[in-house]
């Protein structure tokens, strides 16, 4: 098995989830229980089953409880914590910034992921295995109605750009952006380095997609993407997405379950 413990994990998890605001009045979305686990335990279990070492969490809203609940170490993930004092009024593109100190201090490989995600396993060993050291996983099955959806634009395995409109308005779409990513440390270093410059002149309320995108333009990094092939996942933004999500987090569950774990998932808000 290739050897993870090099690399760093980064999730963000500092919103509060207005979309969900009924069920999050009290805490992160990421803690809410799906399968007899919360969404991000889910998360870390496969991460440690994996081989890796290293997790960063951005925490802004209810942090004080994130931070309780999952402490500084799961099972044999070290946990670093970064807070967005400013997590109401920016965007996620901001907390990936927060995390350049992190970083810089050990730069390494990066597994960069959003901590409202529940997905097949294999989409993990998709992005890990993927020849290219820069990629995205997309979702070439993903519905193509006129909701307003991030896309990857590309072809031929490599991403263009990153666009949040209605499918009908865009060419050359790769699929939906799934929000799993493995970067490069020279691709961090390069993205770091961009974002002193963009946040000073733009402000700090672009969505790391923007970023991520407006780099693509300026040519400085190569992106390439890795298609989901048909393979399940959920962003949990909506009451509809828990019934999906139980399904994936039993997928999870039964490729690393826990030790004497023999339960089947149940969703509990």
């Not at 279990?45 to 081989?51: A, F, I, M, S, V």
Request: glycine fraction near 6%; charge should be negative; hydrophobic fraction near 40%.
């Amino acid at each position: 098995m290739t050897d993870f413990a090099h690399f760093q994990v980064i999730i963000l998890a500092a919103g509060c989830s207005r979309r969900l605001a009924h069920l999050t009045a009290d805490k992160p979305k990421s803690l809410l229980h799906i399968g007899g686990k919360s969404i991000i335990e889910h998360t870390l279990n496969l991460l440690e089953c994996k081989g890796f070492r290293r997790v960063c969490f951005v925490v802004g809203y209810r942090r004080e409880l994130f931070m309780q609940t999952l402490g500084n170490r799961h099972g044999s993930l070290h946990i670093d914590y970064v807070i967005s004092e400013d997590f109401a009024t920016t965007e996620h593109g901001w907390s990936l910034y927060l995390t350049a100190p992190v970083w810089r201090r050990d730069p390494a490989p990066v597994l960069f992921m959003d901590a409202d995600n529940l997905f097949d396993p294999g989409l993990l060993d998709l992005a890990l295995a993927a020849p290219n050291d820069n990629v995205s996983l997309v979702d070439d099955t993903m519905n193509r109605d006129d909701r307003e959806e991030e896309w990857v634009i590309g072809a031929n395995g490599r991403v263009h750009a990153l666009a949040r409109a209605r499918y009908s308005e865009l060419v050359d779409v790769a699929g939906g952006f799934v929000g799993i990513n493995r970067f490069s440390r020279a691709f961090m270093q390069t993205l770091f380095e961009f974002m002193d410059s963009f946040f000073d002149s733009h402000g700090r309320t672009f969505k790391y997609e923007r970023v991520i995108d407006a780099l693509l333009q300026s040519g400085s990094v190569t992106l390439h993407y890795a298609a989901t092939e048909g393979r399940p996942w959920v962003n949990v933004n909506h009451q509809d997405d828990f019934h999906n999500a139980a399904e994936i987090a039993q997928l999870m569950r039964a490729n690393c379950p826990p030790p004497g774990d023999t339960t089947a998932p149940m969703i509990s808000a």
